[in-house]
C-alpha cells in the first residue's frame, strides 16, 4: 500500500507538479479495499492483505487539546482570553466524557454530579 502511495504521489508530481490530495489518496484505497473484500468473498483470494497504513500524525483527540491550550494562554487578541479557555475546558469536557457535541450542547449545570475519587482507599465525595 505504502508503495501504491508513493508511486501515485510521484505520478501526480510529474504529470501536475504536486502531489494528489488525501481525500483521492483515501478514495482510492477504499475502492481497492473493497475490491480485495470482494474477491476473498467470491473465494479468489485465501486472505485481505493488511491495507493499514502506519500512522504519522498523532490522533485528533490528542492534538486539538494542545491546540486549545496554548489558544487559552496566548490569545489573539487578548480580549479573547476567556472565551479560548472556555473553548479549551469544554473540548476537555467532550472528548473525556464520550458524549456526542449536540449532548454536550444540551446539558446544565443541575444535570452534572461532580465525583472526586482520589484513589480506592479515600471514599468519593460528592459535590
Do not use: M, Y
Given at each position: 500500500m505504502q508503495e501504491y502511495c508513493f508511486h501515485g504521489n510521484q505520478e501526480a508530481i510529474a504529470k501536475y507538479g504536486n502531489p494528489?490530495?488525501?481525500?483521492?489518496?483515501?478514495q482510492e484505497i477504499v475502492t481497492l479495499r473493497q475490491t480485495l473484500k470482494t474477491a476473498a468473498r467470491h473465494g479468489w483470494l485465501d486472505?485481505?492483505?493488511?491495507?493499514?497504513a502506519p500512522s504519522a500524525h498523532p490522533?485528533?483527540?490528542?492534538?486539538?487539546?494542545?491546540?486549545?491550550r496554548k489558544r487559552g494562554q496566548e490569545p489573539k487578541p487578548e480580549r479573547h482570553q476567556w472565551g479560548a479557555e472556555q473553548l479549551h475546558d469544554y473540548l476537555l469536557?467532550?472528548?473525556?466524557?464520550?458524549?456526542?457535541?449536540?449532548?454536550?450542547?444540551?446539558?446544565?449545570?443541575r444535570d452534572i454530579t461532580i465525583v472526586l475519587k482520589l484513589n480506592d482507599s479515600v471514599p468519593s465525595q460528592t459535590f
Open positions: 494528489p490530495a488525501h481525500n483521492t489518496l483515501h486472505c485481505l492483505p493488511d491495507l493499514s490522533p485528533k483527540s490528542l492534538i486539538a487539546p494542545e491546540a486549545t469536557f467532550v472528548v473525556n466524557s464520550g458524549l456526542r457535541p449536540d449532548e454536550a450542547w444540551q446539558l446544565e449545570f
